[in-house]
Each structure stands twice: as C-alpha cells, then as structure tokens.
C-alpha cells in the first residue's frame, strides 16, 4: 500500500480551544435534512454517518445545522436541539463519535426571513427588519415569505434560545458548539446593509448592526466557554450570492473589533471559493489573519493541496472540508494511501446518508 507524505501538515495533531484534535481536518457543517420531519429528532442513520467519519480520523466535526427553536428553522427534515427528545436523540451521536477517538460541537442556527410559515409553526418568519427576501427554499421549493420584523423583546428572546441551544449541546454530549452567523440566515440578517434597515441600537453602520451578533456570542460563551465557542461569518449570502462588503477589508476589521470585544476566540470565515482575491491582492482569509491571531477555520471548496499550503503559512489553523466527506467517508485514509476520491454527486450523495 502506498503512503502518500504529500499532506504532513493536514495530519498532524493540534490543540484548538478546549480540544485535542487528531488531525487538523475539520468536518464542514452541511445541512443533510435526515431528521424526523415533524419532530427534529434523529435517529440511528445519522449516528452512523457521524461515527464513519469520526473513524477516519477527522479532527473536528461540525454538526449540520441545528435549529434552536420551532421558529429558526428554514428546511424540512433539519434537526433541532431545543426539545428533551431531540437532545436525547442527539446522545448516540456524539456516543459514537466519542468512541471513535473523535470530537463534535454542534452547529446552532437560527435561519430568520430564509422560512416560510409552514416550516415555522405557522408563525410568520423573523428578521432585523421587515424585508423579503428573493427566491425559493432549498428542498421546499416555495417562496421565503415577508418576515417580521424582531422586537426587543424578540431579540432578547432569541438571544437566550442560542444560549439555551448551547447548553442543550453540551447536555447531549457535544464538545461545543458554533454558531453560524453567515450565508444571509439571522445574525447575517441584523449584520447586512441588505436585511437591516432598524434605527435603533440594532441598525446603522456595519459595527452598529453587529450588535446582535455580539448579544449572541456573549450569552453563548457565557453558557459554554470561550474556548468551546466558534462563530461562522462571511459575506456570502445563500439567497444573493453575488453580494460582497464594499469595502472588504475594512469589514473584515469590524468584525475582529467585535470578536475580540466579546471576547471570542475561535472563528470560521466562511467563503465560497477559498483562493478568491478580496483586496490587497489577499483572500478572504488572509486579510482575517492579517488582523487576527487567534484561531481561524478555513473553508470554501478547499482542496488536499491548497488546504495543506493554507495550514503551512499560517494563514489558517483547521481546513475544513464538505461535500468530499459525504461522498467519501474514508476521505483521510484514501488521502494517506493515495487513493483517488470519489466524485461528489449531488443527486446521489444528497439523497443517502453514507
């Protein structure tokens, strides 16, 4: 059997936060739709697909996303985290994936105006501001409705669901969380010029509106630790995939203002395509470790090659990898020995838990 000596790096061991990681592979948070439709409860099939990449020697594995509340969620079949029967379901998972030597935090998530009123409860969606978004839901292929905009108390409501989210995670057995503040779903809603139009301590410019976000990550690292606490962030919207920050690096600097006043210290830009020039002949990432020395996890359709140059200069600390761990649970052992991939194939690998 050959060994391949190309990915040292990729791994190697490391300690990130609270966790010591066998490699520095991070499993991507990737919305599969697997759990009871009705209830947000999983079961036995979404254990094994959790241990089989836990087995491979993944580092860190993020969870799919998981709803904090009957209202946050945006897709039919996603998992939530809010009720005693979905916490215990979500005990065999992280049972399994713990004896497999791995380590899994929870992705909490709350999807704001990218909803519709039949996946929420019958209640309208919520967002910073009363502003329709374009387009159809993923998998439910029907319009995001005309959400409501969040009162005080609203917010003050959710805020304590992430919390109670995080709590809830750790409850089940998860070895933290991260929340995702990205992609146009709630947070991204109060911190986007597009989705926020309030005139309170809630909107304004690009550091005002961040308030939320930051209302958010202090109640949760209160609930769990700094150091069990990752916030996903990005200019990348899934419902207006062509936006970007006017002036990206000046953004990027508002947003480490803020981690850094919450006292945040473990992040996860998030972008669609990871050798992406920003500004400053820089990627995203590159312009975050410019101004950030804490730990980054790196995303975006990132391959072996440009994940290992990534991890050797510095530029981040954990490559997370999607869609190739759904069409290849071995994805570490066929990198080790040399073996080709597997191609992702959406209408096959979208549709089995494998």
Not at 25 to 31: G, H, K, N
Not at 61 to 79: D, T
Not at 161 to 178: C, L, R, S, T, Y
Request: glycine letters at 10%; zero cysteines; charged letters at 25%.
């Amino acid at each position: 059997m050959t060994t391949n000596t190309t990915f040292q790096k990729l791994f190697e061991p490391t300690q990130i936060g609270a966790w010591n990681l066998r490699s520095q592979i991070a499993m991507a948070p990737m919305t599969r739709s697997f759990a009871d439709p009705t209830t947000g409860v999983v079961g036995p099939d979404v254990v094994e697909y959790y241990r089989k990449r836990a087995q491979d020697g993944i580092g860190l594995i993020i969870s799919e996303g998981i709803v904090i509340s009957p209202r946050a969620k945006g897709n039919p079949g996603v998992p939530g985290i809010y009720s005693e029967e979905q916490i215990e379901a979500w005990k065999p998972v992280t049972e399994a994936v713990h004896q497999e030597g791995g380590t899994i935090i929870a992705q909490i998530w709350h999807v704001g105006r990218l909803s519709h009123h039949e996946l929420t409860g019958g209640q309208a969606p919520q967002s910073a501001s009363a502003i329709q978004a374009e387009g159809q839901i993923p998998r439910f292929r029907k319009p995001y409705e005309q959400p409501e905009e969040m009162s005080k108390k609203d917010i003050r409501e959710v805020v304590g669901q992430f919390a109670q989210a995080a709590k809830n995670a750790i409850k089940a057995g998860f070895d933290g969380v991260e929340i995702h503040g990205a992609h146009g779903y709630l947070i991204d809603q109060f911190n986007s010029d597009i989705s926020n139009n309030r005139s309170d301590e809630y909107g304004g410019d690009l550091a005002q509106r961040l308030t939320f976000m930051k209302e958010v990550l202090r109640a949760v690292i209160d609930a769990v630790g700094s150091d069990r606490t990752v916030i996903r962030f990005s200019a990348f919207k899934g419902d207006n995939i062509d936006y970007m920050w006017k002036d990206p690096e000046a953004a990027i600097r508002t947003f480490i203002e803020a981690f850094r006043e919450t006292g945040t210290t473990l992040i996860h830009p998030s972008t669609r395509y990871f050798t992406q020039v920003l500004a400053d002949g820089k990627t995203m990432h590159q312009l975050v470790r410019k101004y950030w020395d804490g730990t980054i996890i790196g995303v975006g359709d990132l391959d072996p090659g440009t994940a290992e140059a990534a991890l050797n200069e510095g530029t981040i600390d954990l490559a997370a990898i999607g869609r190739p761990l759904i069409a290849n649970p071995d994805y570490i052992q066929r990198l080790k020995t040399d073996t080709s991939l597997e191609t992702f194939d959406p209408n096959q690998h979208l549709l089995t838990l494998v």
